[in-house]
């Protein structure tokens, strides 16, 4: 039953997906109208700073990973890259301790907070949060295919809403100087044309959004987990091509399966940025090379070695305030894989953590392995 159920969804996504529509009059007419206001609207809408964080590689929201401890982490290897919060709701800001929620160390910047929620007064409220916390820019969840954000209007069940999601940009740009942004699929199941997007895309746009990350596949909103919408779904880079041809005004930041560096750099000859999840999650390592390669700095590539020593003085912290150091290490344990021993490494930082009395001692035995490295 329950396979027979999931082939017929894929099948599903397939029709849904495999067969690319047409540029019709009808999409060169929402293009264009698009396109023709948006000079009206530039002098409707409040200016965004000069100083904008640069989107060119981002590290993507990711709910129980993209916390502190993971962000404190990844700036170590990477200086430029744009690191993302979780997904925080309206309703935990604004009902909830805020604070916690809100919290980061000064070295994470470049930071966005990623908000979920549809009400536009409420996401008014939490941007003001966010610009007085100091973060450098507000990003609005229309990707998330979860049934439990579903059921409170946030996430991708928003595409099917563009005016609303256009009148919650715009009560954050009244409210707020930092730069508001948009992540979000190409479609939903029902709304799934390229017509459609150009729609969404537009009266956002209207709205004042001048940056979109597009995760290049539709979600499916019934039937799929939000792991299966990651995977099943296939990929449609040529879509998010054609929105950036399109829409060539815009800053238009690709993401969804993109694995390595070089696959960056080619992404990069067409859209304005790359976002990367669950690979930069898994293989951390990756980020100490961005800024070389993507960037052009020249300082040097820090090392593996070196990013757990430097993290030291921050879990001990960590400790000392009542925290567990697998809080912390969980994030790390990407660092051990590709050498000799790396196994070794994840086992102390992951079963090896919970048994021990001295953690510190520990990470040194993990860190020993990393040296050379």
């Not at 039953?1 to 969804?9: H, P, R, S, Y």
């Not at 495999?18 to 000079?39: D, F, G």
């Not at 979780?86 to 907070?113: K, S």
């Not at 001295?358 to 392995?369: E, I, K, N, R, S």
Request: a neutral charge; hydrophobic letters at 40%.
């Amino acid at each position: 039953m329950v396979m027979a159920k999931a082939e017929k969804v894929i099948v599903k996504v397939v029709q849904l997906t495999a067969h690319p529509t047409k540029k019709s009059e009808n999409t060169r007419k929402l293009v264009q109208n698009a396109q023709s206001k948006m000079v009206q609207n530039v002098a409707e809408t409040p200016a965004t700073p000069s100083l904008e964080p640069s989107r060119r590689f981002s590290v993507a929201p990711m709910m129980d990973w993209t916390d502190r401890h993971c962000r404190y982490f990844l700036r170590l290897l990477s200086r430029h890259t744009l690191l993302y919060t979780e997904m925080v709701t309206t309703g935990a800001l604004l009902n909830g301790d805020h604070e916690r929620f809100l919290r980061y160390d000064e070295a994470e910047h470049p930071i966005a907070l990623q908000l979920g929620g549809s009400t536009p007064a409420d996401l008014a409220a939490c941007a003001r949060m966010a610009q007085a916390h100091g973060y450098d820019e507000v990003n609005l969840n229309v990707g998330c295919p979860s049934d439990r954000v579903q059921n409170n209007m946030i996430g991708a069940c928003l595409m099917a809403h563009p005016a609303l999601v256009a009148e919650c940009v715009k009560a954050m740009r009244d409210a707020v100087s930092i730069p508001v942004t948009v992540k979000h699929r190409i479609g939903i199941n029902g709304r799934d044309s390229y017509e459609a997007l150009c729609d969404f895309v537009g009266q956002v746009r209207e709205a004042g959004c001048r940056s979109f990350t597009v995760h290049a596949r539709i979600a499916i909103l019934e039937g799929l987990s939000p792991k299966e919408n990651r995977d099943i779904p296939p990929l449609r880079y040529d879509v998010a091509e054609r929105l950036k041809a399109d829409f060539p005004d815009l800053e238009v930041i690709l993401n969804g399966g993109i694995k390595t560096l070089e696959d960056c750099a080619e992404h990069l000859q067409t859209f304005d940025g790359v976002m990367l999840g669950r690979e930069a999650y898994h293989n951390p390592y990756l980020l100490a090379q961005v800024d070389q390669q993507l960037f052009g700095s020249d300082a040097p590539v820090i090392s593996r070695f070196d990013a757990l020593r430097q993290m030291r003085p921050y879990i001990a912290a960590h400790i000392a305030s009542g925290g567990a150091m697998h809080h912390v290490t969980r994030h790390m344990l990407g660092l051990g894989t590709g050498f000799p021993g790396a196994r070794k490494f994840r086992q102390l930082l992951s079963v090896d953590i919970h048994k021990t009395n001295d953690p510190l001692a520990l990470l040194d035995q993990a860190g020993a392995l990393l040296e050379g490295r």
